[in-house]
């Protein structure tokens, strides 16, 4: 689901973001988080967006925004005569008590049921299941104004008018509910005096609660007319207090006794177990707050589950696991960081720790992590690979490589004398030493190495692994789960491959590499990708790879190209993808990337993608 959001506070722009079945905000304090779920309220309770959903907004606190929103829309839904149609609503923690009775109550095979059930805190009928033993009490009143507005109805009524007040949803559902609960022969000719009144199951199935009528059909929204009226009923404290509220289950134990996991569980639960329907889109505020670890993973897996969609905020590290690090959105001042920016994600996931161990602990939240030289390194593979495979498959590779943790791990080889990516097989020895025995999601970690001054024999042409490379992994990970693969570039350095012969030439530094320093053979050439020596011939003009065997087999690698100094393919190139002082731009690596024509990219950076897109599958 693509979503259009107005601007905010924060932010005075209007932006897009593609919302999946399940998604979050994270980001600082103050970054704007709940900000994007009230533009979101807000807009669906002015019919401005997702006119055919019904949006469900929670907030682990009071907010004072929600709250004057809802009441203000309620307050317009009283004096309407077709009745309250809750397509949009926010329900704060005082209204815990009549939703989690009413769950528990209308939806024997619910969560909310399950989880009393699973505490002992609900006994059940025999014949039914029908939960026998939860109370709803509250202050109940009918006060002078309402009886004059009901005795002003009758006197319309009495002249020929047909749609009044005592006509409405509300009026109907109130007196079968003030039948079956307080006085069955109660007509409003006087009021009824504040009283603590008391509600069972009995009571709430043998009431009459009347749906609202809106025309022009209700484009698929439907409400439980239960969950309507006593909404209506208690928003405006008449002729219920929702202050009063009271909720006790089995043997007397009251809502306010449960702990706080237990408490914020079934609240959760109650709306999922009231509002959930394939157009409903829950809007969730910190809802993981206050509970234990192990509770977490519940309310995800249950909101995972659910029909509908939802959009959640949340700081916890715990949560994020759960919910995927390919579901998360960062936010900043108010912006929905593109996916593109995912070393944002991956600051964030490490302010949310300050030790190592909580470190390794957000890394492992990835299927894949893959450790390169230098995390720009990622951002030019990246674009690379969209490049060459074309624009068409944007979205694809987006996809894919959104669910990547990319970390930055020298390779730190530079002679025989030391092993080849000696400081990322330390990592990786750190890392499942760490996940021992742990709940984690990785699955695999891709050690790809800059070549630096490693000899071409030691790196398989095809796979772009370490020949040898598997040997050494495997005795790191032992018996783990974990699959890790050394993979090397066959270019010293990942900058290597921006070399292209169209768009060097756009800058008229193409003789910085085609020059009598580097063998003829080995320049760049148009439409050619410079992966293997090539011959012009000299007569005809045509340019052909150069082969070994007569055959045309077995290309020579250009190792002439694939060998430049780092030094000299830097003063090449940071002049054009990097701002003074502060290194890579990534505006200015894209624009230099642009006029690279695609068959001039070289096919390790399409070999490299399908490996980290086999890891994913």
């Known amino acids: 689901m693509e979503l259009t959001l107005s601007a905010n506070h924060l932010h005075p722009e209007a932006q897009s973001f593609k919302l999946n079945k399940f998604s979050a905000l994270i980001g600082e304090n103050g970054c704007g988080k709940s900000s994007i779920l009230q533009t979101i309220f807000e807009a669906r309770m002015d019919e401005e967006m997702l006119t055919e959903c019904k949006v469900v907004c929670f907030s682990s606190g ?44 209308l939806k024997k095979q619910g969560k909310v049921r399950e989880l009393l059930r699973s505490l002992g805190h609900v006994q059940e009928s025999d014949d039914l299941g029908d939960d026998i033993s939860s109370v709803l009490s509250c202050s109940f009143r009918i006060d002078r104004p309402f009886v004059h507005k009901v005795k002003a109805a009758l006197k319309q009524e009495e002249t020929g008018a047909q749609d009044t007040f005592r006509t409405t949803p509300f009026f109907r559902s109130l007196s ?65 207090t929702k202050t009063s509220l009271h909720l006790s289950f089995c043997n007397g134990l009251s809502l306010d006794e449960v702990s706080d996991g237990e408490y914020q569980l079934l609240f959760v639960y109650s709306l999922l177990d009231l509002f ?66 995912r070393k944002e994600l991956q600051a964030r996931l490490e302010q949310l720790s300050n030790i190592n161990r ?3 602990k957000a890394y492992a939240l990835h299927e894949l992590i893959v450790l390169m030289d230098n995390e720009n390194d990622w951002e030019i593979f990246t674009r690379l690979a969209i490049r060459k495979l074309g624009q068409e498959k ?32 330390k990592w990786l020895e750190s890392f499942v030493s760490y996940i021992d025995g742990s709940n984690h999601k990785a699955k695999n970690v891709c050690l790809i190495c800059d070549r630096d001054s490693l000899p071409l024999a030691s790196i398989d042409n095809e796979s772009l692994q370490l020949n040898g490379g598997k040997d050494i992994t495997s005795s790191i990970v032992g018996k783990s789960k974990i699959n890790a693969q050394i993979f090397v570039w066959r270019r010293r ?13 756009h800058h008229q530094l193409l003789k910085s590499v085609n020059n009598d320093s580097l063998g003829l053979a080995c ?88 490996f980290i897109k086999e890891k994913l599958r």
């Open 394 to 425: 944007y979205e694809e590779i987006s996809s894919q490589l959104r669910k990547v943790c990319c970390i930055s791990i020298e390779s730190g080889w530079n002679s025989h004398t030391s092993s080849f990516a000696e400081k990322k097989l």
């Open 276 to 341: 959930d329907d394939e157009n409903t889109l829950f809007l969730f505020d910190e809802a993981d707050s206050h509970l234990h670890f192990r509770n977490i993973s519940k309310l995800w897996a249950s909101v995972a589950n659910a029909k509908g969609k939802a959009l959640s905020t949340t700081h916890l590290l715990d949560s994020i696991s759960e919910i995927g690090v390919e579901n998360i959105h960062i936010i900043k001042q108010g912006r929905i960081l593109p996916s593109t920016e």
């Open 523 to 610: 320049h760049l050439h148009k439409n050619m990708n410079g992966d293997y020596q090539c011959l012009v011939d000299e007569e005809t003009g045509n340019k052909a790879p150069l082969a070994t065997q007569h055959l045309g087999e077995n290309l020579d690698f250009n190792e002439g190209l694939g060998q430049l100094s780092s030094e000299k393919v830097k003063s090449i190139l940071d002049p054009l993808i990097n701002i003074d002082g502060n290194g890579l731009d990534f505006a200015k690596l894209q624009a230099y990337i642009d006029l690279i024509p695609p068959d001039e990219i070289s096919e390790d950076i399409t070999k490299m993608y399908q």
């Open 493 to 505: 350095e990942v900058k290597h491959y921006l070399l292209s012969y169209t768009a060097l030439k």
């Open 176 to 240: 079968s509910f003030i039948a079956n609960v307080i006085d069955k022969d109660y007509e409003f000719e006087d009021i009824i005096s504040k009283q603590i009144i008391t509600v069972t199951s009995k009571e709430i199935f043998n009431t009459s609660f009347e749906s609202a009528h809106i025309e022009g059909g209700t484009n698929g929204i439907s409400d439980d007319p239960a969950v309507t009226f006593l909404t209506q009923a208690i928003d405006a404290n008449n002729p219920i």
């Open 358 to 360: 909580a470190k390794l």
């Open 62 to 105: 009071h907010n004072e925004r929600y709250s004057r929103t809802f009441s203000s829309y309620l307050k317009k839904a009283r004096k309407s005569k077709t009745g309250l149609s809750l397509h949009c609503f926010y329900y704060d923690k005082t209204w815990s008590p009549l939703l989690i009775f009413l769950a528990s109550v």
